[in-house]
């Protein structure tokens, strides 16, 4: 890499938001730098489901910068193989409030142009054969979404960008200090490295305690600790994403609904909603499943108080819970993890600008593989159209 080099856009932090930003601003032909403090990212954007559900999201901005993304996605398989399996979303309603809200929730969608459909519990049970029958009361199957390897994709996207789109990527390569000088920003690293941006952009995920900490506002940011696990490969062979009704009850877009406010929850669900626990199943390519997950919350000032620990309990609770959902040819455990992520409180996504050429984006929570590419292709051009 050569010092003292100038580009266009430098993005500090190698995860989805910063090579999605990197990839539309080359998009647009800009030059640009991505650097990222390890060896390669290993934090949020790879520690999750890979699911693409815009379904989820509140039903502002968010669910269409979700079609947004989806759209790139599908683009990006067509250039690069990224990983995408079109494989839809099925939410499994649990009882019959639930039903009500999921029927309401598919009559939305059809009126956004958004494929949905309903189906009784003896279709969704034939469509799922993994599925069990006391659990079941009917589902909801939206085909446009799809799911990724979260493991795979931001290493395949930057690869693409730096063989076909010229950009530059600097790994193992902590950034020490940012500021403007000369009219653009400056940046140095641990390496005794420096660059020149016109504009810098820090996506550098939950780590907000080291570049301008000061402009991190800890009373509207929030850490959350997520839960996950991994079981070995099964025979059996899921056709989609699997989402509980628990992820009825928890994502934004249902409490919409006008049903959501008749649902009732039993101590049990209390339970399991006190840990922040909804049930996701995912069919890994090698027929693993990933299982999870959890989610606790505490101030972005100190992150301390989550601890590091794989909770036993909150494993069991996801195991028992799954098990109510479906049948497996084995329940064996093949790994589990922690992850973090910065979520904003208001928001829903931070983004700061600093003596005009400094740029904070973060804090776009749990929602970053859904939402990523839409929101930074809106975020590079206001960028640019200044």
Not at 89 to 103: F, H, K, N, R, T
């Amino acid at each position: 890499m050569i010092k003292n080099r100038k580009y266009d856009l430098i993005v500090v932090g190698g995860g989805i938001i910063g090579t999605f930003c990197a990839y539309h601003a080359l998009k647009k032909g800009k030059s640009v730098l991505l650097l990222e403090k390890d060896s390669q990212p290993h934090e949020a954007s790879i520690r999750n489901f890979g699911q693409i559900i815009p379904s989820g999201q509140s039903l502002d901005k968010w669910f269409q910068l979700g079609r947004k993304s989806l759209k790139i996605y599908k683009e990006l398989q067509e250039e690069s193989a990224i990983s995408l399996t079109k494989n839809g979303s099925w939410y499994i309603a649990s009882d019959e409030q639930e039903m009500a809200v999921l029927e309401e929730m598919a009559s939305h969608f059809q009126s956004l142009d958004y494929d949905s459909m309903v189906f009784s519990a003896d279709v969704t049970l034939e469509k799922n054969p993994a599925l069990n029958k006391e659990y079941v009361k009917g589902g909801l199957f939206l085909s446009e979404e799809a799911s990724i390897n979260p493991v795979l994709l931001v290493h395949q996207l930057r690869e693409f960008l730096i063989k076909y789109l010229g950009l530059h990527y600097h790994p193992s390569c902590p950034v020490i200090s940012v500021e403007k000088k000369r009219g653009i920003a400056m940046i140095s690293t641990s390496k005794k490295q420096t660059f020149w941006g016109d504009q810098v952009i820090l996506a550098n995920g939950h780590d907000t305690q080291f570049l301008l900490p000061e402009h991190y506002p800890t009373t509207d940011l929030k850490i959350c600790k997520l839960q996950m696990m991994r079981l070995v490969p099964q025979r059996i062979q899921f056709r989609a994403n699997l989402l509980s009704g628990l992820s009825i009850r928890r994502y934004e877009s249902f409490k919409s609904c006008p049903s959501y406010t008749t649902l009732k929850t039993s101590d049990e669900q209390k339970v399991l909603q006190s840990k922040g626990i909804h049930i996701l199943l995912k069919q890994a390519e090698d027929g693993s499943i990933i299982l999870g997950d959890s989610h606790e919350y505490v101030s972005a000032s100190d992150e301390s108080p989550l601890g590091f620990e794989i909770s036993a309990e909150i494993n069991e609770l996801i195991l028992s819970e799954a098990k109510k959902i479906v049948t497996l040819d084995s329940w064996e455990l093949d790994s589990n993890w922690i992850g973090h992520y910065l979520e904003a409180k208001q928001a829903e996504v931070y983004t700061k600008t600093i003596d005009q050429v400094i740029h904070i984006v973060n804090g776009i929570g749990g929602k970053g593989v859904t939402t990523s590419p839409g929101f930074t292709y809106e975020y590079i051009q206001q960028l640019y159209s200044i």
